[in-house]
């Protein structure tokens, strides 16, 4: 794969990710919401296990002490792009700061379970439909 194809996909991949993240903390509080003012699309089924899915997987990561799959593979792919720390692109610069933090390893898995509790709760206080 050619340098500026690896580049691209990262920052695509990166996008793909941030979307993923506010999406994931974003519905949480749309479901909360929705739950107090009658919003039916609050309840679909197939949305709330999505969003139980992927908050378990994240803590389950984060548990087991791995990055998320799309973090690897895109550091992968920003390797294949001879990309350093600063040969990034503007894609790359705004929604890695947005993204990644630097804190020691605790703070996510802490977090990442605290929120996977929350977005369970919200499954008995906002009951999907059936």
Same mark, same amino acid.
């Given at each position: 794969?050619?340098?500026?194809?690896?580049?691209?996909?990262?920052?695509?991949?990166?996008?793909?990710?941030?979307?993923?993240?506010?999406?994931?903390?974003?519905?949480?509080?749309?479901?909360?919401?929705?739950?107090?003012?009658?919003?039916?699309?609050?309840?679909?089924?197939?949305? $709330? %296990?999505?969003?139980? @899915?992927?908050?378990?997987?994240?803590?389950?990561?984060? =548990? #087991?002490? !791995? +990055?998320?799959?799309?973090?690897?593979?895109?550091?992968?792919?920003? $390797? %294949?792009?001879?990309? @350093?720390?600063?040969?990034?692109?503007?894609?790359?610069? =705004? #929604?890695? !700061? +947005?993204?990644?933090?630097?804190?020691?390893?605790?703070?996510?898995?802490?977090?990442?379970?605290?929120?996977?509790?929350?977005?369970?709760?919200?499954?008995? =206080?906002?009951?999907?439909?059936?």
């Amino acid at each position: 794969m050619n340098p500026a194809t690896a580049a691209l996909l990262a920052d695509t991949l990166l996008a793909l990710h941030m979307g993923i993240v506010l999406f994931v903390v974003g519905l949480l509080p749309l479901v909360l919401a929705g739950g107090v003012r009658g919003w039916h699309w609050v309840r679909h089924r197939g949305l $709330r %296990l999505t969003h139980l @899915g992927l908050m378990l997987f994240i803590a389950a990561q984060a =548990w #087991l002490g !791995r +990055l998320c799959p799309l973090t690897v593979w895109e550091q992968d792919l920003r $390797r %294949l792009a001879g990309q @350093g720390a600063y040969g990034e692109s503007f894609i790359e610069h =705004w #929604l890695s !700061r +947005l993204l990644y933090w630097d804190l020691p390893w605790w703070v996510f898995v802490a977090t990442y379970t605290g929120f996977a509790g929350l977005v369970a709760c919200a499954w008995w =206080w906002v009951r999907p439909d059936q």
